[in-house]
Structures are given as structure tokens and as C-alpha cells.
């Protein structure tokens, strides 16, 4: 197919995929705030006699809005009772779609860092798969196994298993690919948990109300379980989701524990969150995740690694010569390296103005974390590294 063509319909995806995730978090967030807002009904009220447990009044966009909340099931259903579910699974689809096209399609580039693991394309197609599967599988078995019952627990053993994951996707993929991985994980738990649970188990209920029958209260119970653990899944994903743009974050020789520290500190927020919406005291927790976040920044410092002394003068010309050499095959308007139909990340070097624009971004990517060249694919020395970090120290002048 035509590159361009190519590019395009990945734009379209990643457009879908994010319309499709913020309707998904945005409806997430605002039934767990709402949960927590239900004010009980008067005794004695209209409300209390029809079996509402809790409600609250709101404005919004000029209108005023009064949900209620049963505590079993209502005395009746109307015929029209809203779902929601093709968020998630339009965002999990669109999702994956866009990692076979970026990552898996593209395996040898994009995934493949010779230094951490020797493997062939297809293994790593094969290993990012299993990650999310498996995920799914051994989640899913704890929540229904006795720890299930135990939420604080289980919460410690799920987010220790997941760290555990982003350990050993470290030591098999490049941190991009590792990063994405975790992240399509935690996504894949979290849309399974719609699918195979929520949803079955609401159209459990419903059938049974719909045929004069009690609901299994299991059901309801399970489904808010899976809910609230997808409302704290959501701020570790979506900071997975954009990582990529960090290259301190998934390029650190710990990058599973930055993953956990951030992760722990998402959470946190979260928590405070659903906390406060109850009315409850809980500024400690933004507190803990200031802290976490404040060391994670500190604790990322680039440390650059030690280059060999620089021989001869960091000139502009040498500077043009080792990026047309070791970058250009990438970076460039019509890139000529397989697999790379435009210039990554709109990064394109080819004038003498494309380097000295990006003279600060070169030297995060080649100098401090050295991401760049991808997988050192086009085999940079250690001395051009040292070549271009003499001459952007020295103010990047022509
Ligand atoms: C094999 C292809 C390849 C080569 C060779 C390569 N890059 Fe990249 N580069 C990429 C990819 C892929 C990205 C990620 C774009 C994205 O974020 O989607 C990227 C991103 C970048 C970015 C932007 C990063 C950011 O997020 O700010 C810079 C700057 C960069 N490369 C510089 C370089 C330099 C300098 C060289 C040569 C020393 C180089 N690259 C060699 C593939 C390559």
C-alpha cells in the first residue's frame, strides 16, 4: 500500500483511539464521582418509599440534573436503560490496531533492542501478545480466587505482578516497546473487565428483573469491584500511553521501578480523588504522590554515560557529515530505511536549519539517553556522540 496512504490511516486510528479513551475515562470517572457523591433521600421521601439509596442534584450546560441510585433492583425497568461499553471496546480495538501497525508490523525497529535480548522479530510479536493475554488470565484468577475478597491485598499483588511484567518486558524489548506493552496490558485488563464481566453480569440482572426474578447480588457486587479497579488502572495507563515522548521515563537502566514509582503516585491522585468526593480527609495522598513524583524527577537525571575524549574540533561540518550518515536514513523528507514511511516523530535533519532547530532534542536523544539512532541500527560510535555533544555544548553554532 502507499505509504502516505499508510501514515494516513494511522492518524485516523490514533484520532479514534483517543476520542474513543477520553469518552471511555471521562464516563469511568464521572460514575465513580458519582457514587461517591449519592447523598441518601430523606426518610420518609418519595425517593426512600421507590427504594433509592442514594442521589444528588447537579448543573450542567444550562440544565439541572437529578440521578438516582437503587439499592437492589427498582420496582421496574423502562424498556430504554443506557449501557456503556462500546467505549472501551472501541478504544481497546482502535488500540490495538495502532500497536500491530506501529509496533508489531515494524517489529525489527521498533521492538528489538539486540543489546538487552537477542530475538527474532515474530518472538517478540509473540511475547508482546502473550503479555496481554496472560495478564488477563492470571488477574482475572485472583479476583475470583479467595483473594479476591480482600481488596487492599489484592491490590498489592496486582500492581506487584504488573512491575514484575514491566521488569521482564525490559530485559526483552526496547523501553519504548516495553512501555507500550505494560500499558496495552493494563488496557487489555481493564477492556476484558468490561467484556467478560460487567457487561454478563448486567445482562444477568437485567434478565432476572425483567422476568419478576431477585438479581444475584454477586453480580453488582463483582461488576463495582472490576469498576473500581479500572478507575485506578487509568492514570498509570494513560501516562504509559504518551511515555513514549520521554525518553528519561522508559530509557532508565531501572525503568520498571520509575514505571512503579509513577504508577504509585497515579494512584494516589486517584485515591484522593474518591476520597474527597465522599467528603473524607485525604490531602495525604496527593501529598505521597507529589513526593514519589518529585524523586522519580530527580532520580531520572540523565546520567550520560562517559564519552571518549573528543579528537580534532566539533565543527558544524562534522556535525552535518555523522547526522547525513547515521540519521538521515530515518530522518529525512522521504526516508529510505524500511519500514519508515515519514520522518519519525516529524524529526527531518536534512538542512543545516533541521539540525540546529533540534539541537536539544538531538542531544536528549543521542547524548543523554541515546534512544537515537533507533537501536543504534545505523551504528553510531561513541566518539560522533562526543562530536555532537562538543558542539551543541558549545552553543550549536554553524
Ligand atoms: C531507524 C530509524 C531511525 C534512525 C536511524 C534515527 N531515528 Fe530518531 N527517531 C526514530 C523514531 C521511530 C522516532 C520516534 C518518533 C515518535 O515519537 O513517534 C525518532 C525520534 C527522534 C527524535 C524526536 C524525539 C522526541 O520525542 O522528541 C529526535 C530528536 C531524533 N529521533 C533524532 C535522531 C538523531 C539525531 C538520529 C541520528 C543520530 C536519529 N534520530 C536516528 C527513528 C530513527
Not at 258 to 283: M, P
Request: proline content about 7%; charged content about 15%.
Amino acid at each position: 500500500m502507499d505509504a502516505h496512504l499508510v501514515d494516513f490511516l494511522s492518524l485516523l486510528v490514533r484520532w479514534l483511539h483517543v476520542i474513543a479513551g477520553i469518552a471511555w475515562i471521562g464516563s469511568s470517572f464521572y460514575f465513580i464521582w458519582l457514587d461517591n457523591s449519592l447523598e441518601p433521600p430523606p426518610p420518609g421521601s418519595e425517593a426512600a418509599k421507590k427504594g433509592v439509596a442514594g442521589e444528588l442534584w447537579a448543573v450542567h450546560g444550562g440544565g439541572f440534573y437529578n440521578p438516582q441510585k437503587y439499592a437492589g433492583a427498582p420496582p421496574s425497568l423502562p424498556d430504554r436503560l443506557h449501557w456503556f461499553k462500546w467505549e472501551a471496546y472501541t478504544t481497546w480495538l482502535s488500540g490495538t490496531a495502532l500497536l500491530a501497525v506501529v509496533y508489531w508490523l515494524h517489529a525489527g525497529t521498533m521492538m528489538l533492542d539486540p543489546t538487552r535480548a537477542v530475538l527474532s522479530a515474530a518472538a517478540a510479536v509473540g511475547i508482546g501478545i502473550a503479555s496481554m493475554v496472560g495478564s488477563w488470565v492470571v488477574y482475572d484468577g485472583l479476583c475470583r480466587s479467595p483473594l479476591g475478597r480482600r481488596d487492599e491485598v489484592l491490590g498489592l499483588v496486582v500492581f506487584g505482578l504488573l512491575t514484575l511484567l514491566a521488569w521482564g518486558l525490559q530485559h526483552a524489548f526496547n523501553g519504548r516497546a516495553a512501555f507500550i506493552h505494560i500499558g496495552t496490558a493494563i488496557g487489555t485488563i481493564m477492556t476484558a473487565n468490561v467484556f467478560f464481566v460487567i457487561i454478563p453480569g448486567q445482562k444477568r440482572m437485567v434478565a432476572a428483573m425483567r422476568s419478576g426474578e431477585r438479581p444475584d447480588p454477586a453480580d453488582g457486587r463483582r461488576g463495582k469491584q472490576r469498576s473500581v479497579h479500572n478507575n485506578y488502572f487509568t492514570l498509570p495507563v494513560v501516562f504509559l500511553m504518551i511515555s513514549n515522548h520521554y525518553a528519561s521515563t522508559y530509557s532508565h537502566r531501572h525503568a520498571w521501578v520509575v514505571l512503579a514509582l509513577i504508577s504509585a503516585a497515579g494512584v494516589a491522585i486517584r485515591h484522593f480523588f474518591n476520597r474527597r468526593h465522599k467528603g473524607e480527609f485525604a490531602w495525604p495522598y496527593p501529598a505521597v504522590g507529589a513526593v514519589l513524583l518529585a524523586g522519580t524527577a530527580w532520580w531520572t537525571t540523565p546520567r550520560i554515560p562517559p564519552l571518549p575524549k573528543l579528537e580534532g574540533e566539533a565543527t558544524f561540518d562534522r556535525v552535518r557529515a555523522i547526522v547525513g550518515q547515521r540519521c538521515l536514513a530515518c530522518h529525512s523528507r522521504v526516508p529510505t530505511f524500511p519500514g519508515v514511511p515519514q520522518p519519525p516523530g516529524g524529526v527531518i535533519l536534512e538542512s543545516a536549519d533541521g539540525i540546529t532547530q533540534n539541537a536539544q532534542r538531538i542531544y536528549n536523544q543521542v547524548v543523554a539517553t541515546r534512544v537515537m539512532p533507533l537501536g543504534n541500527v545505523t551504528q553510531m560510535t561513541d566518539q560522533e556522540r562526543a562530536v555532537l555533544s562538543a558542539w551543541i555544548m558549545s552553543g550549536a553554532k554553524r
